[in-house]
């Protein structure tokens, strides 16, 4: 395990490598700094330059943007009330009370502190948990295939913030976009209005526009708002010594319960971070402080969504499976560049698998090291006006889609799923199952298709083989709970 | 006044009613493709459960709109659809014939009149930058094959 991680550290050290994975941490943090973009539109957004780069520097600097935006998300949360990135919503909710209290320096050290204390038990799960992962991961046929993507797609709508149904259609239309352009085993094409669209549908159009072009619709014309001043002396900063052992439960539990929300399928940051508030408001001697700026409502959650950003890269690299809608553009990137993720990738591309992983270590430190020296610098950007900064992400968008394949038809697609992308957060449906379903409805189709065919279309494979059949109970159990609730708030709802 | 009623009415299932419509185009078409049987799926088979499946959900949520309609409390944003498609429809119409700093002028001085915050001088002096920095970037720095000016 530690010569690997040593080969991992070798790859990540090598230059050309290195100052990827330096850009990627910064543009990640950025991009969480600036209010309206997420780390989905930045990932998109980049998906054409990593073309013109190898697999694993593409992915190091991809895998920074994500973890980077999660350290980038909480100073908007603190300082502005707005949170940067879906997940840091919950660092809302004691880190802003706290800067209107004089106290954002110390929030901001805090959240910096745990995001890198999370990170750091987040990647340490990640290394022990790789090679038992890709050795479980062989026993995989196509029947565990079909069933867990199956249970992945369900777990995503069942943890979506909207209605379930609405997010069940979502993921059944990024499905049939999935479906369109020649079918894998007979060849014919489907669905193929125009010869441009006989490949597929390009994921760099489909995510581009359901979330950059999407997210630019809504926001135009957003008023400006006004940050907090915050004050960096380290009397200001740090926290007392009473307060810095009351940290030590939250970063343990926080980094721990993101671990393993990061690790399942359909959950991802967010939904780590709410786990871990409400955990430490369960768990606390004094809940009624929480809202009002709880050190532990800020530092539990904090390490969740940083150790769940790390945790989510095992079944997407050890599977192959995404478990949420940025794995689902890391798969998409690594495919793009001719790699193929799953269990064997770790023996077939030891020095890619090893050097993400190890970036993750590499990535943080540097994060963590330029998070509060730089805070000037992050505040002087949550000040740049709405109006100055998507003229460009437009830009970046048209131009990004167009020299992936230099295809005019592309730009206009990516525009086509931009309004669609903004139609649907109009009608209160999530873009993001979309996404998922995009990228996890071939392989199920294909997997699904493929049991079929060995099995004699006899479903009870999915009941009869053991690791199957923990997969379909996960799946039935969730439909189960759905379903009890549904009929709960209906009947709430006739009571009132 | 009576038709602007009926629309208020009718605009919070427009939503589930257009994914019904697509469900129907989904099956319509998915029916030409041989279905094959269970355990040889032709291209055809999956493609119908998709347009089920999104038939019945889309269904699903039409009922809770009717059961349960909530209005949304922004409005549509015509003026930030127009400008934004017209923004990028014109890069897509000029990349290739004029090259890409005449479309990048051209559509970022239509996405910066999208927000009626910002002036004539100031959407001048702003894309005149933007396409300062496009230049730099896409040409120089990222070396992407795109041409400056012309025909690539």
Same mark, same amino acid.
């Given at each position: ?215 630019? +619709? ?193 730009? +206009? ?31 199920? #189709? ?51 | ?75 549509? #944003? ?75």
């Amino acid at each position: 395990m530690l010569e690997n991680f040593l080969l991992g550290l070798n790859t990540v050290m090598d230059p050309s490598v290195f100052v990827y994975a330096v850009v990627g941490v910064i543009i990640g943090q950025l991009i969480g700094v600036l209010p309206g973009i997420g780390a989905i539109t930045a990932i998109s957004l980049l998906l054409p330059v990593t073309f013109h780069l190898d697999a694993t520097t593409s992915i190091i600097m991809l895998a920074g943007i994500y973890y980077g935006s999660q350290y980038g998300g909480s100073i908007a949360s603190i300082l502005l009330n707005l949170p940067g990135t879906p997940s840091s919503v919950v660092t809302c909710l004691d880190g802003y009370p706290m800067a209107q209290k004089g106290q954002a320096g110390k929030a901001l050290f805090i959240t910096a502190t745990s995001s890198f204390v999370g990170s750091c038990i987040g990647v340490g799960i990640v290394i022990m948990a790789a090679i038992p992962m890709s050795i479980f991961a062989l026993k995989f046929g196509a029947p565990e295939y079909a069933s867990l993507v199956f249970l992945g797609l369900l777990a995503a709508t069942m943890i979506a913030t909207g209605s379930q149904i609405r997010s069940l259609a979502m993921v059944a239309l990024g499905i049939f976009f999935g479906l369109i352009g020649s079918d894998i085993s007979s060849g014919a094409y489907r669905f193929v209005l125009i010869p441009e669209m006989a490949d597929g549908i390009s994921l760099v159009s489909l995510a581009m526009g359901l979330f950059g072009l999407g997210e630019v +619709i809504k926001n135009i014309g957003q008023k400006k708002r006004r940050a907090i001043d915050v004050k960096i002396t380290l009397k200001d900063i740090l926290p007392s010594r009473a307060e810095a052992k009351g940290l030590v439960g939250p970063l343990l539990r926080g980094g721990g319960s993101g671990s393993f929300f990061g690790a399942l399928p359909g959950t991802g940051a967010a939904i780590a971070s709410f786990m871990a508030y409400a955990i430490e408001k369960r768990v606390s001697k004094t809940p009624e402080k929480f809202g009002k700026g709880a050190l532990a409502g800020l530092s539990g959650p904090e390490a969740a969504n940083n150790a769940a950003a790390q945790t989510s890269f095992i079944p997407t690299l050890t599977l192959g499976v995404p478990g949420d809608a940025v794995m689902a553009l890391m798969i998409g990137a690594l495919i793009l560049n001719g790699v193929i993720p799953g269990p064997n990738l770790m023996t077939n591309e030891p020095a890619l698998f090893w050097g993400v992983i190890a970036s993750f270590l590499i990535g943080n430190i540097i994060l963590f090291a330029i998070n509060l020296p730089l805070i000037r610098f992050w505040v002087m950007l949550i000040r740049i006006p709405y109006n100055k900064l998507y003229p460009i992400v437009i830009l970046m968008i048209s131009a990004g889609v167009y020299s992936h394949r230099n295809s005019v038809v592309d730009v +206009i697609m990516t525009l086509m799923f931009g309004v669609l992308g903004y139609v649907l957060r109009r009608y209160r449906f999530e873009a993001a199952p979309v996404l998922l379903g995009f990228v996890l409805g071939p392989m199920l #189709e294909e997997n699904f298709r493929r049991t079929m065919l060995l099995y004699g279309g006899d479903f009870t494979v999915f009941l009869t083989r053991p690791i199957c059949a923990v997969f379909t109970g996960l799946a039935a159990l969730i439909i189960a709970f759905s379903i009890f609730s549904t009929v709960q708030k209906g009947k709430a709802n006739r009571s009132v | 006044m009576k038709t602007g009623k009926k629309f208020a009415r009718l605009e919070p299932m427009f939503g589930s009613l257009a994914l019904i419509v697509a469900a129907c185009f989904v099956l319509g078409i998915g029916w030409g493709y041989s279905a094959g049987k269970l355990t040889q799926m032709g291209p055809g088979y999956f493609p119908r459960i998709v347009g089920f499946a999104l038939l019945g959900f889309g269904a699903l949520s039409l009922y809770s709109d009717v059961t349960n309609p909530t209005v949304s409390n922004t409005r549509f #944003e015509w003026r930030n659809l127009a400008f934004v498609c017209a923004s990028i429809l014109t890069f897509a119409a000029l990349i290739d014939r004029a090259g890409l700093v005449p479309a990048t002028f051209v559509s970022v001085a239509l996405a910066t009149i999208a927000d009626s915050q910002n002036s004539v001088k100031s959407t001048l002096i702003y894309t005149l930058c933007v396409c300062l920095f496009a230049w730099g970037l896409f040409i120089h720095v990222l070396e992407l094959p795109l041409s400056a000016f012309g025909r690539g």
